[in-house]
Each structure stands twice: as C-alpha cells, then as structure tokens.
C-alpha cells in the first residue's frame, strides 16, 4: 500500500506524519528546535538544526514503521513562511536564517514601501519586516559582505528540499511570502527583485504545491531505507498547507490557525489585493487558487509563554481557568510578544497585563491571555471586512485547536460558528502528505483535499458576544494609547 509523508519546518519544532492510501495517520515524530534572540527584535535559527531535526524525525518514523517509511510513494514539505536562507556559491549558509518573527528591518520596509508603492498591490501586501525582502535589504546595508557572497536565497522548507533533493526549488504558496512574488502572474518580479538588488539567478525555480519539485537523493533514500524514486512535492508554506490539511481549497473556505502565530485565512478563486488593510493576497498551494490571510505574529505561544512564567502545566491551568471562568476577565492582555503584524505592522509593540489588583489569581491572568490572543484575532476579522471578505464561520486548526475552551471564547469573541476538526492540531503536516499524493498520482486536489469530520461546531453564547464587544473596543484602546510607548522602548 502506497504511503505518503509530510515533513513540517515549523519554529518551535519539526513535525513528521505518515499517511496511507486512505489518508489514515500510520506514525507521527515531532523534533523540538532551540531559536535564537541575539538582539531586540531579532529571531534567528540554524538551517543545519533544521536538517538535524528532520534526521531525527525520520528515525523516529523508521523505529514506529519501517515498512511504511519503506514503502512511501511522496514527500511534502511545509514550513515557516518568509525566513531567509542564505546560501554561498558552494550552497553552504552565509549565516543564520532570519525568520518570520524577526522585526529588524522595520526601517527597510517602510523604505520599500514609500519608495515603490506600486509593487505592493501586485506582491499581494505592503513590504513588512518579517517578509524575506526587506530582510536583504537590511543586510545589504549592515552586512555588505555577507550581502555580496549572497548566491541563493531560500525559504527554510526549500533548505530541507536541497538537502533531500539536490534541488533549488520552492513553490508558489512560500514563495508568495517574500514580497518578490508577482501574485496574479504567479512568477517572480523582476521589478521587485530588482529594488532589492537582487536578480532571478539569486532565486529558487518555482512549481505549484501539487507539482513534483524532484526525486529523493539515492543516499538518503538508502540512509531510511526508502524507494529510489520517492518523489518531493512542491509543498506549501504553512498557511497554505494547514488549509490543504483541512480542505480549504474552494472559494469561501475559512479557518482560523492557532499555532506559534496565528492567521485568520478565507480561500479565493481569484487574486484580490488589499495592502491598505494589511491584509495579505497570496497564491495558495494548488494551481489557480489564492487566499487572503490577516497574519499575527502571536497565537498559542502566549499561552505557553503564561504557563512557564506560571510554572504551570498547561492542561492544569486550561482545567483551572475554564473551572472559574464565569464572564470576561477584567484583566486585559495584549498578546503582542514578539510584536504584530495585522493590523498593527508594528515589530516594537510588547505584551501588557492591563487591570491588575491584589485580588487578581492565576487564572485571572491566563483567562486574559487567552482572551488577548482572541481579541487580536477579532482585528484580524475586521481588517479581512474592511478588505471585502466577510466572515460568517470558520474552522480552527493547530495546537490551540485542542482546546475546546479556548474555541468557545474564540467563537463568542468573533460571533461566528467555530468547526473543530479531527486530527486538526497534524495540520500542515497533514496538508504537505495530500500535497505529495497529488504530485504522485496526479489526482484532483478535489479529491483529495477534503474536509475532515468535524468533531463539534462551537455556537457563540450570544450574552458573552455582547459582553465581549466592549472588551474587545478596550483592548484596541490600550494599543493605541501605549503605541508611543512602544517605540520609544
């Protein structure tokens, strides 16, 4: 029986996942990876550690079935969106990557954006500071050297394809992140290669999602004990192949990740840019499909963050804080840690405790980040309005997902009926494994990309809803107000 694999760079860790002919999850591995913050507002990995974890994966696979890693047909690939790889002349790093999360190109950004305000309707979005292109700006200017040695630059899933493949590739959907991507014409800009001094040769070639990017290297096939001719799809960053995961590929289809970071995505049958809403038009995984996606920089991860600042379990506190919850905390949380993106574009905003006292409780507190990363998520829904893409329902995915706590404040929060989904936390895993059976088979991604059963559909309580609408006006207040303060920090 034909088997399938889906191989996830994400930040926090590498995820692997085995799937058979039937789409039924065979084996799971899951590799931690450390991240660096050298300096403010910078965040930075190793490739190598990245193909370090992947090894691992693959071992941890190969012990639970060997048979199964034997008999695997097709790789997909997701990851990260918008890190930078950079490669020499012999494909080696020229340093660490600078990743999505990393805010010190601020200052090029907004140069790009003031100096070349016709390309951002056409790369889908205004140039921001997590995207690759400012970020070569940025070295240009502080690392010439570095700069000039530059050969190649990757997104960090497609350094995991060169080490599987030999290949320098990438596919539209990760590719769509990097502010170089002509998102209509489905190709690279020459004219925003060009104002970041860089030309095509410095760039991957580009294929679909669903498209064969190339076959497994013979000695890494051998190092597993896998076929000569397993094939590496194209893949998709990990926006786009949550959505495959979880069938949101027809016009309309909406949900909600709740991973690191967060994204509110609905799926469109053509390219409709709004850079003024900050809202990002991308190409989607499979040929001639698009998404428009509001992006936040902070989602599970503040829960997480809470926890260990707790000295918590973040089961126990989940159990604790749902057991007391009775309304909406009057502890407000902005869960900008790592700054924002939607609808703030703003690297230096910080997270706040707002109306703490000395009767506040530890699940005060959590309740409040929970509801924080909430809050956001309703500017998230607001800036998709103000871009012409309403919002009746949507479904959620990733590790937050398995909360079905956090999915009732999410769904009276933003007043829409929430989906929970089986297996929704395997997300782009899972949508990379579809990717490589399409690349193999050649099916339709309708076909294959469907829906997978819907555990429950969360309703909104419509007292908390109105109960929630001043909260959430409060919260915009409190950005706002300390928005001066975050920049002077």
Request: hydrophobic share 40%; aromatic share 8%.
């Given at each position: 029986m034909?088997?399938?694999l ?6 926090s860790?590498?995820k692997?996942?085995l ?8 084996a799971?591995?899951d ?6 913050r050298p300096?403010?507002?910078?965040s930075?990995?190793e490739p190598?550690d990245?193909?370090?974890a992947?090894q691992?994966?693959?071992?941890q696979l190969r ?13 997909g690939?997701?990851?990260q969106?918008h890190?930078a790889v950079?490669?020499?002349a012999a494909?080696?790093p020229?340093?660490?990557?600078i990743l999505?999360n ?5 200052r ?22 997590g995207?690759?292109?400012?970020k ?14 530059v050969?190649k630059?990757l997104?960090?899933k ?8 030999g ?9 769509a992140?990097t502010w ?19 030309t095509r040769?410095h ?8 498209q064969?990017?190339g076959?497994v ?9 896998m076929?000569?001719d ?9 926006a786009?192949?949550?959505a ?8 309309g ?7 690191t ?17 900050l ?7 499979v040929p ?11 989602g ?11 000295k ?5 506190i989940?159990?604790e804080?749902?057991a007391?919850?009775r ?19 703003d690297?230096?905003?910080r ?5 703490l006292?000395?009767d506040?409780r530890?699940t005060?507190m959590a ?5 924080g990363?909430a809050?956001?998520?309703?500017d998230?829904?607001l ?10 329902q949507?479904?959620?995915?990733g590790?937050g997902s398995?909360s ?7 769904a ?9 989904y089986q297996?929704?936390?395997?997300g782009?895993a899972f949508?990379a494994?579809?990717?490589a059976?399409?690349?193999?088979t ?8 469907t829906a997978p059963?819907i ?7 419509p ?11 409060s919260?915009?207040?409190l ?5 001066p303060e975050?920049?002077?920090?």
């Amino acid at each position: 029986m034909p088997h399938y694999l889906g191989i996830d760079v994400g930040t926090s860790a590498v995820k692997a996942i085995l799937v058979d002919e039937r789409q039924t999850t065979i084996a799971e591995a899951d590799v931690s990876l450390p991240i660096s913050r050298p300096r403010d507002l910078w965040s930075e990995q190793e490739p190598e550690d990245w193909w370090q974890a992947v090894q691992a994966s693959l071992d941890q696979l190969r012990s639970k079935d060997a048979a199964a890693l034997a008999d695997v047909r097709g790789i997909g690939l997701s990851g990260q969106m918008h890190g930078a790889v950079l490669l020499d002349a012999a494909n080696r790093p020229l340093r660490p990557a600078i990743l999505w999360n990393d805010g010190r190109s601020y200052r090029e950004a907004q140069e790009l954006g003031a100096e070349y305000p016709e390309l951002s309707p056409a790369m889908g979005v205004i140039p921001m500071p997590g995207f690759t292109a400012p970020k070569l700006v940025w070295l240009a200017r502080h690392e010439p050297e570095t700069f000039r040695a530059v050969r190649k630059v990757l997104l960090p899933k497609d350094y995991i394809r060169f080490q599987l493949t030999g290949a320098i590739v990438t596919d539209m959907s990760d590719a769509a992140g990097t502010w170089w991507l002509d998102e209509a014409e489905r190709d690279w800009s020459d004219e925003a290669l060009a104002a970041t001094g860089l030309t095509r040769d410095h760039m991957a070639n580009l294929v679909e999602g669903s498209q064969s990017s190339g076959t497994v290297d013979p000695e890494v096939a051998r190092r597993w004990g896998m076929r000569r001719d397993v094939v590496v799809a194209g893949g998709a960053g990990d926006a786009a192949a949550g959505a495959v995961g979880m069938g949101a590929i027809a016009d309309g289809s909406a949900f909600i990740s709740l991973g690191t970071s967060g994204q509110l995505l609905v799926t469109t049958e053509t390219f409709s840019p709004a850079p003024e809403a900050l809202v990002h038009s991308f190409c989607h995984a499979v040929p001639g499909r698009w998404f428009q996606m509001a992006a936040m920089l902070n989602g599970a991860s503040c829960l997480a963050w809470a926890a260990n600042l707790l000295k918590r379990d973040i089961g126990e506190i989940l159990r604790e804080t749902e057991a007391a919850y009775r309304k909406p905390s009057d502890v407000l949380f902005l869960p900008y840690l790592a700054g924002e993106r939607t609808p703030h574009n703003d690297p230096h905003a910080r997270g706040v405790f707002f109306g703490l006292s000395p009767d506040t409780r530890q699940t005060d507190m959590a309740q409040a980040v929970l509801e924080g990363v909430a809050y956001s998520f309703a500017d998230a829904k607001l800036a998709l309005e103000q871009a012409g893409t309403p919002l009746t329902q949507a479904g959620i995915i990733g590790g937050g997902s398995r909360s079905q706590f956090w999915t009732k404040i999410f769904a009276s929060v933003l007043n829409i009926p929430i989906m929970r989904y089986q297996g929704s936390d395997k997300g782009p895993a899972f949508g990379a494994a579809r990717l490589a059976r399409i690349a193999v088979t050649g099916e339709a991604p309708e076909d294959v990309c469907t829906a997978p059963g819907i555990l429950e559909t969360v309703e909104p309580d419509p007292q908390l809803a109105e109960l929630y609408r001043p909260r959430i006006e409060s919260f915009r207040s409190l950005y706002r107000a300390l928005k001066p303060e975050f920049t002077r920090s």
